[in-house]
DNA sequence: TTTTAGAGATTGTATAGACAAGTAGCCTAG
DNA sequence: CTAGGCTACTTGTCTATACAATCTCTAAAA
């Protein structure tokens, strides 16, 4: 692992452990240099990524200051896996596979000319406190695995690809709409009236340019909520 | 003006205008050190701005590779006023002062102590293509801006705070959530039925760690679409 | 023809040092 | 007692250098 990385990990540690109490001072510059014996430029480097990811801020000529978090939040601008996210968040949290079938990317996704694209539709429901919240449309595209054997329950697709497989995931870009509900999402999620759903539409790049997947999230309105850290300039 | 930043803009400048088509190369950090005669950390400080911003992706031993990009986005992770959202998307807005008034912070934000917090209460509406689709409730807080005096029609609030007072925004934290329309919401955005609303509630920080304002921006589901940029680790 | 080895290019990580710019606190001159 | 200046500390920017890791392509070897 990388110094700035390990360096960061530590500080992110001790800052979720409450050592660094609100607003109060991370280690300048200097400090850590003599702490971890490493150049500036390293040390500046693991901060920067804190102040990145919405837990510290720098001010010029004063220091590094603990941003009061609210951790319950459903970030939504990083790329991470419903698996990585509950388990972040403690929450109790089931999965069930509901099918694995031979397919094509849906129309929506807008992607290639209008040639179908063959693809394994994986369609699965999340579980949040023993309610279904959650139902995800998996589309992996062929091209790049050809064949999804067995998907367990305990395994993610994206553990599947960046471990068994080896394939490195990029980048994602989303879209988030609001749309009425289908047939299909009031049976699954068991719901009476006509809910809103917050649909997440997602496609998935790998490190070299390649979509290996397109996914549908679809989250009950009434259940859904995102928290969004955002820095201007 | 920083040189980084000054590579940044221009290599910015160069993407929009196609210069590098898609998928295709920047040049390299070295390649930039000759062009702009500067050390290749500055080079790449420029860079990983335009990775940051999706711009662009760096793959080790290839290059850098523009990524194809649809530009017609809503990013709700950097902090943006309304009108420079419009004034970038160069769509047809229009926005109406409904009213200011002294006001207290609803609750709903939870900030303090139960304590009422004076705070001057901006209404706007605004207008896309001459439709009505989002009221944005503004919470000022006296504690740092005492009176809002005159808010002239072409001036956003970002930029009386910042260019009239000022003072220098940081960062905001967002929370989005879909509620039903309420009788307000009913009645300006002229809607029949009732239309889900994607509630966006923002608290927006100073430099200095001071909250500056509240802000509730209620926005018609069925116009609403956000489009996201997000990296793995 | 196929495979291997190597050179060259590119990005990633890390170091050491320099100066600029902003902040806070202390101490002295008035 | 106050105002101003000085100093120490902190973050921001920039340079120059070194080596590691990864990828592509070419040329030589099998």
Do not use: C, W
């Amino acid at each position: 692992m990388n110094k700035y990385q390990i360096i960061h990990d530590e500080l992110l540690k001790e800052i979720n452990d409450g050592k660094y109490p609100n607003n109060e001072m991370l280690p300048s510059d200097f400090a850590l240099m003599n702490r971890y014996h490493v150049a500036r430029e390293t040390s500046r480097k693991a901060v920067a990524m804190l102040v990145d990811e919405g837990y510290v801020m720098r001010i010029k000529g004063r220091g590094t200051f603990v941003i009061n978090q609210n951790r319950y939040s459903f970030p939504i601008s990083h790329v991470e896996s419903y698996r990585e996210l509950a388990a972040r968040l403690k929450l109790d949290e089931r999965t069930q596979l509901l099918s694995i079938t031979d397919s094509e990317v849906p129309s929506v996704f807008e992607y290639g000319d209008n040639t179908p694209v063959p693809a394994t539709a994986v369609v699965r429901i999340r579980y949040l406190d023993n309610e279904p919240v959650i139902i995800d449309h998996d589309y992996v595209l062929k091209d790049v695995v050809p064949e999804i054997k067995k998907l367990s329950q305990s395994v993610s697709l994206f553990e599947l690809f960046e471990q068994q497989l080896g394939l490195v995931i990029s980048y994602a870009k989303k879209t988030i709409t609001v749309e009425p509900a289908n047939a299909t999402d009031r049976q699954l999620m068991r719901l009476a009236e006509s809910i809103p759903i917050v649909v997440i539409r997602s496609e998935t790049f790998l490190n070299d340019g390649r979509i290996i997947s397109f996914t549908e999230s679809r989250n009950r309105a009434d259940r859904f909520k995102s928290v969004e850290f955002s820095r201007r300039h």
